[in-house]
Antibody, heavy 120, light 111 residues
Framework: QVQLQESGPGLVKPSQTLSLTCTVS??????????WNWIRQPPGKGLEWIGY???????YHNPSLKSRVTISVDTSKNQFSLKLSSVTAADTAVYYC????????????WGLGTMVTVSS | QSALTQPASVSGSPGQSITISCSGT?????????VSWYQQRPGEIFKLMIY???NRPSGVSNRFSGSKSGNTASLTISGLQAEDEADYYC???????????FGTGTKVTVL
């Protein structure tokens, strides 16, 4: 059974960098069938797709976040990570990692999510 | 890229059928057959219920069905059960650089 789990600080100061990690268990992140995604949900608002990474390291992110997003993968630890720089209160959200299988257009496995608050 | 529009809440009695709409544009819902639906019960992970407009993943009850007409997709839950009480979100691939957009979410209440 494949599981994803997000981890990282729950509080980040404005202008600093938010860093989160998603640990994949039950499957290898090296599997070329999947893309590994980050999605977020600000309090009381809808979901926003942030970006994805392929096991090879290829990435793509939502251009609305401009160049603040960095997504990386550590295949030795079966993890992928998100860094979001220059954060503001608008980046306060529950951050989810999710798997996109590619053969279907959907996110088939999600993590439980982790709440990140941007505040001084 | 704006979010897809869903009703904030839908309710029904056990055994009834309900339908949740997901309204988009010609750049997302109306542009392709890549609409998916997710269920989120409190404290649980998002569960994929429908993919590619009308396909059910293995293990999802056939009481859940999806469809699309023009720029609007729909999720129908037939034979409503107490366990269906949850938040439901739609999502669509979009031809814009945003790649995927999500719905605003619908809270389903079983009366």
């Amino acid at each position: 059974q494949v599981q994803l789990q997000e981890s990282g600080p729950g509080l980040v100061k404005p202008s600093q960098t938010l860093s989160l990690t998603c640990t994949v268990s039950g499957d290898s992140i090296n599997n070329d069938d999947y893309y590994w995604n980050w999605i977020r949900q600000p309090p009381g608002k809808g979901l926003e797709w942030i970006g994805y990474i392929y096991y090879s390291g290829n990435t793509y992110h939502n251009p609305s976040l401009k160049s603040r997003v960095t997504i990386s993968v550590d295949t030795s630890k079966n993890q992928f990570s998100l860094k979001l720089s220059s954060v503001t209160a608008a980046d306060t959200a529950v951050y989810y990692c999710a798997r996109y299988p590619g053969g279907i257009d959907a996110f088939d496995i999600w993590g439980l999510g982790t709440m990140v608050t941007v505040s001084s | 890229q704006s979010a897809l529009t869903q009703p904030a809440s839908v309710s029904g009695s056990p055994g009834q059928s309900i339908t949740i709409s997901c309204s988009g544009t010609s750049s997302d819902v109306g542009d392709n057959d890549y609409v998916s639906w997710y269920q989120q019960r409190p404290g649980e992970i998002f569960k994929l219920m429908i993919y590619d407009v009308s396909n059910r993943p293995s293990g999802v009850s056939n009481r859940f069905s999806g469809s699309k007409s023009g720029n609007t997709a729909s999720l129908t839950i037939s034979g409503l059960q107490a366990e269906d009480e949850a938040d439901y979100y739609c999502s669509s691939y979009t031809s814009s650089p945003t790649r995927w957009v999500f719905g605003t979410g619908t809270k389903v209440t079983v009366l």
